[in-house]
């Protein structure tokens, strides 16, 4: 059975940082791009970035560039999103998923695989 398991999520101040991991068990994903999305109360889910198999190439949406940073240990079958200066417009919860569709990296219809999620609250 194929599992992605995220972890790291919490309550933060504005301006403070988190670390999230996502752990999969069941098959590697190491020949596979993988991402993050995220989804607030009463929003669709969205877009926060993405990595390519080796971890050479990393895509961002526009509102987390600068602040959040994604990287991956395929070794460990673990990818991480790194966090800092949080604002109250992060609050979500955090999904990863691996991509082993083609087509564009932005779009969640082409992850089949997704963790259960995890909560980010930053408070102001």
């Known amino acids: 059975q194929v599992q992605l398991v995220e972890s790291g999520g919490g309550l933060v101040q504005a301006g403070g940082s988190l670390r999230l991991s996502c752990t999969a068990s069941?098959?590697?994903?190491?020949?596979?791009?993988m991402g993050w999305f995220r989804q607030a109360p009463g929003n669709e889910r969205e877009f926060v970035g993405a990595i390519t198999p080796s971890g050479g190439t990393t895509y961002y949406a526009d509102s987390v560039k600068g602040r959040f940073t994604i990287s991956r240990d395929n070794a460990k079958n673990t990818l991480y999103l790194q966090m800092n200066s949080l604002k109250p417009e992060d609050t979500a919860v955090y999904y990863c998923?691996?991509?082993?569709?083609?087509?564009?990296?932005?779009?969640?219809?082409?992850?089949?695989?997704w963790g259960q999620g995890t909560q980010v609250t930053v408070s102001s």
């Open positions: 998923a691996a991509k082993t569709l083609s087509g564009t990296y932005y779009r969640s219809d082409r992850y089949p695989y």
């Open positions: 069941g098959r590697t994903f190491s020949n596979a791009p």
